[in-house]
Structure formats: structure tokens, C-alpha cells
């Protein structure tokens, strides 16, 4: 079985300031990660993905992730917010095992950016 | 432009009707999902299909139904059957099974209010 848990529901930080948004998953495989972010009212955008390959992960929008086996973390960061970095943000774990309903999605980091 | 489109944007329903939200994608892509989204719940998998004319249930399929006759199409109808629909549903895509490397297109969802 997997699992993802997303440490803080709530993230607030001020523009140009660094973001960090942490993930802890749990899988009985070698796990497939990724970041999706969602604006208000929107469908999901997929910001990164780790598959196995280099364990600092570049994506969209200047964010980046970086898979810590040990820790079994993926957390998010960015080194200066932006205004327009407000929104959802889900961490998802798909199990190369499972079948196309592997993917576990986290609950969810609401991003707040204060001018 | 490829991408998938969802209709309608917002919906009302009085209880005990049922109701269908359209879901199109013109990407080609083989796989076709159904997420449901609840306030600080994360997505949850409602139905989803590999194939045409073969859809398999996801996590939380009870209450809803769907058809998947054509690639570009996969249709959602939500029963009276399901007793707490109101909520933003999702539709997504992939070129292939998720359980491994695949990343999921969505549309920008459909919310759905019983009155």
C-alpha cells in the first residue's frame, strides 16, 4: 500500500521570500512522485515529476523538488515567491505496481503569497 | 489547441435527479479518468477507462456511472443514488496505464451543487 502526507495544509510566506512545501509519502515499491499545483477553480497542472532518475527534480515556474529515499520526503521549494504562485499545490505517489489507479494524491498545501 | 474540455462549468441539481457532465479530449490519448475534489480532501478516483468500451471502478464509484463509446469521450452521470454529490469533479487524461511514469492532463472541472 502507499500513502502521501502532506505536512501543512496552510503555507503563508511573503513575495520573494523562499517557499517550501513538504511531502512525506510511503510506498512498497520504488515510487514515481509528483507535484501538481492548482489555481482557483481550475483543473491540476503538473508542476515536476521524480521517476528514478535524478533526485533533484527542475519543473515548471522556477520549482524544484528533491526525492530523499532515507527521509522518504519530496519536498517543494522556490527560491522567491511570486504573487501568481498562489494556489493548491498536491504531492502524488504512484505505485509501479498498481495499474492505472496507482496514483495516491496528498490533501493538499494551500500556498499563500503576502504582498 | 489540445487539451480536454469539461461542461458544464457550474451545475445545479435538485436531489433525486440524475445528472451528466460532458468530459472531451482531442490529445489522443488512451486513458481517461474521473476524480472527485472535496475542500481539504485531496482527489479521489471515481471511475476511470484504458480503453474504449472497458471502464474499470475507482475508490468511490458508488452512485455514479459512466460509458466510454468513443476514444475522445467519457462521460460522467451522477445517480440519485449518490447521496452527497455536491462537489468539483474532474476529468483527466493519460497516454497510457499511470502506474509507472505517467503524468495526468485534467480539464478545468465541473461543480456540481444539489440544491
Known amino acids: 500500500a502507499q500513502s502521501v502526507t502532506q505536512l501543512d495544509s496552510h503555507v503563508s510566506v511573503s513575495e520573494g521570500t523562499p517557499v517550501l512545501l513538504r511531502c512525506n509519502y510511503s510506498?512498497?515499491?520504488?515510487?514515481?512522485l509528483f507535484w501538481y499545483v492548482q489555481h482557483p477553480n481550475k483543473g491540476l497542472q503538473l508542476l515536476l515529476k521524480?521517476?528514478?532518475?535524478?533526485?533533484l527534480v527542475k519543473g515548471i515556474n522556477g520549482f524544484e523538488a528533491e526525492f530523499k529515499k532515507s527521509e522518504t520526503s519530496f519536498h517543494l521549494t522556490k527560491p522567491s515567491a511570486h504573487m501568481s504562485d498562489a494556489a493548491e499545490y498536491f504531492c502524488v505517489v504512484s505505485d509501479r505496481g498498481g495499474g492505472a489507479d496507482g496514483l495516491t494524491f496528498g490533501k493538499g498545501t494551500h500556498l499563500i503569497i503576502q504582498p | 489547441d489540445g487539451g480536454i474540455t469539461q461542461s458544464p462549468k457550474y451545475l445545479f441539481r435538485k436531489e433525486g435527479q440524475n445528472v451528466t457532465l460532458s468530459c472531451e479530449q482531442n490529445l489522443n490519448h488512451d486513458a481517461m479518468y474521473w476524480y472527485r475534489q472535496d475542500p481539504g480532501q485531496g482527489l479521489r478516483l471515481i471511475y476511470y477507462?484504458?480503453?474504449?468500451?472497458?471502464?474499470q471502478k475507482g475508490d468511490i464509484a458508488e452512485g455514479y456511472s459512466v460509458s466510454r463509446e468513443k476514444k475522445e469521450s467519457f462521460p460522467l452521470t451522477v445517480t440519485s443514488a449518490q447521496k452527497n454529490p455536491t462537489a468539483f469533479y474532474l476529468c483527466a487524461s493519460s497516454i497510457g496505464q499511470l502506474g509507472g511514469t505517467g503524468e495526468l492532463f485534467f480539464g478545468e472541472g465541473s461543480r456540481l451543487t444539489v440544491l
Open positions: 521524480y521517476t528514478s532518475a535524478a533526485t
Open positions: 510506498s512498497s515499491y520504488s515510487p514515481s
Open positions: 477507462s484504458q480503453i474504449v468500451n472497458d471502464f
